[in-house]
């Protein structure tokens, strides 16, 4: 599975931004998929994951501002991002794992990666 992420930019703290994480080479239908961010000098942190099914975790400090989607059919997976901090600067990377779901927050164990994408919330 190849990944592609994109949609990052420069916003103000308080804008929005909409990620989006096109795949290719094989269906994503039966693999879960998750953000993760890393700040320079940090360990990349799990942002959030979704099911084949759609159920969908948050990490805490995102959660409520954050919503993770994700289409099939289009073999994409999506992060809208609202009220953004500048504690949200940092890559995001998408990633596809079959772990169980009590994992799935756990990089290591995510197969594919795509590039990272910059996201730079401005105060």
């Known amino acids: 599975v190849q990944l592609q992420a994109s949609g990052g930019g420069l916003v103000q703290a308080g804008g929005s931004l909409r990620l989006s994480c096109a795949t290719s080479g094989r269906t994503i239908r039966n693999y879960k998929m998750g953000w993760f961010r890393q700040a320079p000098g940090k360990e990349r942190e799990f942002v959030a994951v979704i099911t084949s099914g759609g159920g969908a975790y948050y990490a805490d400090s995102v959660k409520g501002r954050f919503t993770i989607s994700r289409d099939n059919a289009k073999n994409a997976v999506y992060l809208q991002m609202n009220s953004l901090t500048p504690e949200d600067t940092a890559a995001y990377f998408c990633?596809?794992?079959?772990?169980?779901?009590?994992?799935?927050?756990?990089?290591?164990?995510?197969?594919?990666w795509g590039q990272g994408t910059q996201v730079t919330v401005s105060s």
């Open positions: 990633g596809a794992t079959t772990v169980a779901y009590s994992a799935a927050h756990r990089p290591e164990y995510y197969d594919y």
